[in-house]
């Protein structure tokens, strides 16, 4: 069985729970209603030997409705094809069902979707924060944290500060100029191309 | 011996007599055995592992006893990114280590964050114990290393051990 002959099946299993599907250089992506999330991964594991899930991550279209992403990267051992699946999660109900039962290996990356995203797992056994602590106000990973941190304190177990950033972040530029205007100390990213005065005198 | 010698001492005139302060001696004795507290928390540790390696041998410096307890050491060698999670854990630590104790920030991370201009790490750990010596590079080669802990060696020369040991007795009197 083939990637596309899965996405098929799926497709015609799941009909208008499937609402969309893309192809980019070989690999399938398609996006599911978070409500048949579930269904879909459990067919998915069960009726076509997706055994292995690759990695379970999260995206953050800032502004746009809905806000969040859930992204599945799903693998068959015995055919060797990928497949990627994409529910989305609005900002009011930031909730997705977990699949945990199904694939042992999303317990830690739904833990990290959690930390980093803020998005909560229904069902999820054990969803504790797994690289920040416990008590850490902020999920660093949205668009709208700021790079440079927000103070935070939990005493005796870890404190946070905001970090010097100098005006933006570190930004480097394609250019054949010398290191100092390829590489100002500190610069928006909106910036790009360098300031002129970098330019032409470097 | 040349005239820098804390140490005045001719074995064929004087035989096993050596004149020189109490201070002098002590300082020369701790300086040329530093204990260190490897605090390896990145890349720099690998330097810093190969520093103590016969290659660059830190050992002919005095400071080839890393010892993995604080109890024991004297030197904490902090090398590499000290992340907010990590870093309360590095304070323990430090104040785990017996007096006198002194403080190596190795490479960029450990003395100012580096380039990790972020939420994540503590921009610095002076921001949380006294660092003696600062040595930059990201990371430092081995040789660097070895600068710092000659540095180090000469600041602790300079102080004043007894006076600052017996600081409450002599307050007291």
Same mark, same amino acid.
């Given at each position: 069985?083939t990637a596309?002959?899965?996405a098929?099946?799926?497709?015609?299993?799941?009909? $208008?729970?499937?609402?969309?599907?893309?192809? #980019?250089?070989?690999?399938?992506s398609?996006?599911?209603?978070?409500?048949s999330?579930?269904?879909?991964?459990?067919?998915a594991?069960?009726?076509? &030997? #997706?055994?292995?899930?690759?990695?379970?991550?999260?995206?953050?279209? #800032?502004?746009?409705?809905?806000?969040?992403?859930?992204?599945?990267?799903l693998y068959?051992?015995?055919? &060797?094809?990928? @497949?990627?699946?994409? $529910?989305?999660?609005?900002?009011?109900?930031?909730?997705a069902?977990?699949?945990s039962?199904?694939?042992?290996?999303?317990?830690?990356?739904?833990r990290?979707?959690?930390?980093?995203?803020?998005?909560?797992?229904a069902?999820?056994?054990? @969803?504790r924060?797994i690289l920040?602590?416990? &008590?850490? /106000?902020?999920?660093?990973?949205?668009?709208?944290?700021? @790079?440079?941190g927000?103070a935070?304190?939990? /005493?005796?177990?870890?404190?946070?500060g905001?970090?010097? @950033?100098a &005006?933006? /972040?570190?930004?480097?530029v /394609? $250019?054949d100029?010398?290191?100092?205007?390829?590489?100002?100390?500190?610069?928006h990213?909106?910036?790009?191309?360098p300031?002129?005065k970098?330019?032409?005198?470097? | 011996?040349?005239d820098q010698?804390?140490?005045?001492?001719?074995s064929k +005139?004087e035989?096993?007599?050596?004149?020189?302060q109490?201070?002098?001696?002590i300082?020369?004795?701790?300086?040329n055995?530093?204990?260190?507290?490897p605090?390896?928390?990145?890349?720099?540790? %690998?330097e810093?592992?190969a520093?103590?390696?016969?290659?660059?041998?830190?050992s002919?410096?005095?400071?080839?006893?890393?010892?993995?307890?604080?109890?024991?050491?004297?030197?904490?060698i902090v090398?590499?990114?000290?992340?907010?999670?990590?870093? =309360?854990?590095?304070k323990?630590?430090?104040?785990?280590?017996?007096?006198?104790?002194?403080c190596?920030?190795m490479?960029?991370?450990?003395?100012?964050?580096?380039?990790?201009?972020?939420?994540?790490?503590?921009q610095g %750990?002076d921001? =949380? +114990?006294?660092?003696?010596?600062?040595i930059?590079g990201?990371?430092p080669?081995?040789?660097?290393l070895?600068d710092?802990?000659?540095?180090?060696?000469?600041?602790?020369?300079?102080?004043?051990?007894?006076?600052e040991?017996?600081?409450a =007795?002599?307050?007291? =009197?």
């Amino acid at each position: 069985m083939t990637a596309a002959e899965a996405a098929g099946q799926i497709t015609a299993t799941f009909g $208008t729970s499937i609402t969309g599907q893309k192809e #980019f250089r070989g690999e399938i992506s398609l996006s599911v209603l978070k409500s048949s999330l579930r269904d879909v991964c459990v067919f998915a594991k069960d009726s076509l &030997g #997706f055994d292995y899930l690759i990695d379970v991550s999260s995206v953050d279209h #800032f502004g746009d409705e809905p806000r969040f992403e859930v992204v599945y990267e799903l693998y068959s051992m015995k055919d &060797g094809i990928h @497949l990627r699946v994409k $529910t989305p999660v609005s900002e009011d109900d930031c909730e997705a069902p977990t699949v945990s039962d199904l694939w042992a290996t999303a317990d830690w990356h739904e833990r990290e979707v959690f930390d980093m995203m803020g998005i909560r797992f229904a069902n999820h056994p054990d @969803l504790r924060r797994i690289l920040m602590w416990d &008590g850490y /106000p902020y999920h660093p990973l949205r668009k709208d944290f700021p @790079l440079e941190g927000k103070a935070s304190e939990v /005493p005796e177990v870890a404190f946070t500060g905001v970090a010097p @950033l100098a &005006g933006g /972040p570190f930004v480097t530029v /394609p $250019t054949d100029g010398t290191t100092q205007v390829r590489e100002p100390r500190a610069r928006h990213a909106g910036d790009l191309p360098p300031p002129v005065k970098f330019l032409e005198e470097p | 011996m040349s005239d820098q010698s804390p140490v005045a001492y001719d074995s064929k +005139i004087e035989g096993n007599i050596i004149f020189t302060q109490v201070d002098a001696a002590i300082n020369w004795m701790r300086s040329n055995s530093l204990w260190p507290m490897p605090m390896g928390l990145a890349c720099c540790a %690998i330097e810093l592992m190969a520093a103590s390696s016969s290659r660059f041998d830190i050992s002919r410096f005095g400071a080839e006893v890393m010892r993995f307890s604080p109890r024991q050491s004297d030197v904490m060698i902090v090398a590499g990114t000290v992340t907010y999670k990590m870093a =309360l854990a590095v304070k323990r630590i430090w104040d785990q280590m017996p007096e006198p104790k002194w403080c190596i920030a190795m490479g960029a991370c450990a003395s100012s964050g580096g380039m990790y201009r972020s939420y994540a790490v503590l921009q610095g %750990i002076d921001h =949380l +114990i006294p660092v003696d010596v600062y040595i930059s590079g990201c990371p430092p080669r081995p040789e660097a290393l070895l600068d710092g802990l000659m540095r180090l060696q000469q600041k602790i020369m300079g102080e004043h051990s007894v006076v600052e040991q017996k600081k409450a =007795l002599i307050e007291a =009197l």
